[in-house]
């Protein structure tokens, strides 16, 4: 297994504080006790930056960064790029959370809106690098460093003591891959359960079949809304994960509310999706992960008034 866990103790203990320790505390839903793992007080609002800010520690100095995005990784790596001087390049979708987008450029992105979704945003990206050997393209879910920045995260949800299932919602892998290296290695008795909305199921057939399964996305829950599985982050989920489930959109925005209402967490449809689908994963001591927080204009305020 090439995520080392040498390096994910590491970063747990180096990576800036303002994105290390997230609040988590158990909650009840219905009679059920969960250990909600908050990952949307940064200055990010979500869980980004861990993996960005440990791969753009690894970049030599000179090089332009280029990666894709529906936003949040996007937003991280210009974050973590800026901290840094390096150049970055974001080629977003077109209609992309206007949110995310302002953040993007507030940190000096260079930034490219191209097609309709985010795999057409990617395909155009790996285009234009392509043509651009001096530049580096960055694929999340694909990068090591990446991956174990996020699985940080599982080295914090075990200081609370044996967890029966950990529920971690699924876009291109990292955050999952991450976190279940770590899980799987300490607590090996431990589910790891990925989530993904019923309108995306490319990461659940891919994990079912064992390679990469195509499929278009249609979801409100844009940050997990994967068309195209990279091959990397699909052999590394065959290994670490235990079982991947389907959530619809009406549960994401159940869950959206019920998180604001019963935790007063705002969340993301995408940052909802482990709580929208809590119920009906197995275990006593069951956590989620609560990733991110930059909901489009509108959206909170329908959740509000449901």
């Not at 200055?43 to 960064?65: M, N, Q």
């Not at 549960?251 to 929208?276: D, F």
Request: charged share 20%; with cysteine; glycine share 10%.
């Amino acid at each position: 297994m090439d995520l080392r866990l040498d390096q994910i103790e590491r970063l747990a203990q180096t990576i800036d504080p303002v994105f290390r320790d997230s609040p988590q505390f158990t909650a009840t839903f219905g009679t059920r006790p969960v250990l909600v793992k908050v990952e949307t007080l940064n200055p990010l609002r979500c869980f980004k930056g861990r993996g960005a800010l440990a791969f753009v520690d690894s970049v030599e100095w000179g090089v332009t960064v280029i990666v894709a995005s529906s936003g949040n990784f996007g937003q991280a790596m210009a974050y973590a790029c800026g901290r840094r001087e390096i150049p970055i390049e974001v080629f977003l979708p077109e209609n992309v959370n206007p949110a995310k987008l302002a953040a993007i450029r507030s940190f000096g992105a260079t930034v490219h809106l191209s097609g309709m979704d985010t795999d057409t945003a990617k395909k155009r990206a790996h285009e234009y690098a392509a043509q651009r050997p001096d530049r580096l393209m960055v694929r999340d879910g694909d990068e090591s460093l990446i991956a174990e920045g996020a699985g940080t995260i599982g080295v914090e949800l075990l200081r609370s003591g044996p967890l029966d299932t950990v529920v971690v919602p699924v876009g291109d892998g990292a955050l999952i891959n991450g976190i279940g290296r770590w899980i799987k290695a300490h607590s090996p008795s431990t589910q790891v359960i990925g989530v993904c909305p019923a309108g995306a199921p490319a990461m659940v057939r891919s994990w079912r079949a064992g390679t990469p399964v195509a499929h278009p996305a249609d979801t409100i829950a844009e940050g997990i809304a994967i068309g195209n599985p990279l091959p990397q982050a699909v052999r590394w989920m065959r290994e670490l994960v235990d079982d991947m489930v389907f959530v619809e959109d009406s549960a994401i925005l159940t869950a959206m509310g019920r998180a604001l209402r019963g935790l007063g967490v705002v969340l993301e449809p995408a940052g909802a999706a482990s709580l929208a689908a809590v119920d009906g994963v197995p275990g006593d001591r069951v956590a989620v992960v609560l990733t991110g927080a930059n909901t489009r204009p509108g959206q909170l305020e329908s959740v509000v008034a449901a």
